[in-house]
């Protein structure tokens, strides 16, 4: 069978208008081979339009379908279709917000990610959350009530000023600001001795700033010397030594050793005490009688004569 030209150019014609349709809804980012599910929800006022985007995170996922007015509640009902893969749960929120300052409105899926998820058909609770505008209004309200009461101020302020000004009492106004201005000359004055003891002392200054540096920085080495420092075997050394101290004195109340016996032993001490006397008399005859102990082989004997209590006094 023959296809006329005529049915070849009808079927070019429709082929081109098919293509058309799906790039142009391709590039507005609708798939016409794609299936959607399609959910509903209700809000107080209508704020969208056919082109608002359903977002969730950020992400666009779906599109406005339908804005209908319900006239028996009184509420604007809002049909969105999704993409099939997207599954959320029965108990998600559908948040009217605004995009931007300039831009429009759109729909975010807020999920609760609890519960039964959400199936095709199902209506879908809904809330607004305040858009940028409307929270600079009113924040702009508050601003606007604080400027007027602070202009009223200012206002209030200079009146009062103007009348102090054309008082009778303009001699004491003259006479206070002459003062003022003397006290400001005053501060200028000291401001001049001040930098001129510091510009004097520059040197100085910076000897103590410098010395000062050093001392922080040899407190902080100590700090960190003390910080490596093992405590811990330091007090374990020292109970050592004192209990070793301990077992030593312990000796020396028992009369153990020859420590203990020369300090607990009455006998022992005055035999040493004695033997002390007579060796300290020893030196003292060799001092006064040498010649007595260099005869020792001499059969001729110097008899002993005891010391006087000069001689003992001044040895």
Same mark, same amino acid.
């Not at 023959?2 to 790039?23: C, D, H, M, P, Q």
């Given at each position: 069978?023959?296809?006329?030209?005529?049915?070849?150019?009808?079927?070019?014609?429709?082929?081109?208008?098919?293509?058309?349709?799906?790039?142009?809804?391709?590039?507005?980012?609708?798939?016409?081979?794609?299936?959607?599910?399609?959910?509903?929800?209700?809000?107080?006022?209508?704020?969208?339009?056919?082109?608002?985007?359903?977002?969730?995170?950020?992400?666009?996922?779906?599109?406005?379908?339908?804005?209908?007015?319900?006239?028996?509640?009184?509420?604007?009902?809002?049909?969105?279709?999704?993409?099939?893969?997207?599954?959320?749960?029965?108990?998600?929120?559908?948040?009217?917000?605004?995009?931007?300052?300039?831009?429009?409105?759109?729909?975010?899926?807020?999920?609760?990610?609890?519960?039964?998820?959400?199936?095709?058909?199902?209506?879908?609770?809904?809330?607004?959350?305040?858009?940028?505008?409307?929270?600079?209004?009113?924040?702009?309200?508050?601003?606007?009530?604080?400027?007027?009461?602070?202009?009223?101020?200012?206002?209030?302020?200079?009146?009062?000023?103007?009348?102090?000004?054309?008082?009778?009492?303009?001699?004491?106004?003259?006479?206070?600001?002459?003062?003022?201005?003397?006290?400001?000359?005053?501060?200028?004055?000291?401001?001049?001795?001040?930098?001129?003891?510091?510009?004097?002392?520059?040197?100085?200054?910076?000897?103590?700033?410098?010395?000062?540096?050093?001392?922080?920085?040899? $407190?902080?080495?100590?700090?960190?010397?003390?910080?490596?420092?093992?405590?811990?075997?330091?007090?374990?050394?020292?109970?050592?030594?004192?209990?070793?101290?301990?077992?030593?004195?312990?000796?020396?109340?028992?009369?153990?050793?020859?420590?203990?016996?020369?300090?607990?032993?009455?006998?022992?001490?005055?035999?040493?005490?004695?033997?002390?006397?007579?060796?300290?008399?020893?030196?003292?005859?060799?001092?006064?009688?040498?010649?007595?102990?260099?005869?020792? $082989?001499?059969?001729?004997?110097?008899?002993?004569?005891?010391?006087?209590?000069?001689?003992?006094?001044?040895?």
């Amino acid at each position: 069978m023959k296809i006329s030209r005529e049915v070849k150019t009808a079927i070019l014609v429709l082929s081109g208008i098919a293509l058309f349709i799906y790039l142009f809804s391709f590039l507005m980012g609708e798939d016409i081979f794609e299936n959607s599910q399609t959910y509903y929800t209700e809000f107080e006022y209508n704020a969208l339009s056919s082109a608002s985007p359903v977002t969730i995170k950020g992400n666009k996922i779906g599109k406005i379908e339908d804005i209908i007015y319900d006239f028996e509640t009184g509420k604007t009902r809002v049909s969105f279709s999704v993409n099939p893969k997207l599954k959320f749960s029965k108990n998600s929120k559908i948040r009217l917000y605004q995009t931007g300052l300039m831009g429009g409105n759109a729909l975010a899926i807020i999920d609760a990610n609890d519960g039964e998820l959400a199936k095709p058909g199902d209506f879908i609770a809904s809330e607004v959350k305040p858009g940028i505008v409307s929270a600079l209004e009113k924040d702009f309200s508050k601003v606007s009530n604080d400027l007027d009461s602070t202009i009223r101020s200012a206002d209030t302020l200079m009146t009062n000023l103007n009348a102090l000004v054309i008082d009778e009492s303009e001699e004491g106004l003259k006479k206070t600001i002459a003062e003022l201005n003397s006290t400001l000359k005053s501060f200028k004055n000291l401001s001049y001795s001040i930098q001129g003891v510091i510009k004097d002392n520059d040197e100085r200054i910076a000897s103590v700033l410098e010395n000062f540096e050093k001392t922080s920085k040899d $407190l902080s080495e100590l700090s960190a010397e003390l910080k490596e420092v093992d405590l811990t075997k330091t007090v374990e050394n020292l109970n050592k030594t004192l209990t070793g101290i301990q077992g030593v004195m312990a000796s020396i109340d028992n009369n153990e050793g020859t420590l203990g016996k020369l300090l607990n032993d009455d006998g022992l001490y005055n035999n040493l005490e004695a033997a002390s006397k007579e060796m300290q008399l020893l030196l003292l005859d060799i001092k006064l009688h040498p010649a007595r102990y260099r005869r020792i $082989l001499s059969k001729r004997e110097i008899p002993y004569e005891e010391p006087t209590e000069e001689q003992l006094n001044n040895n």
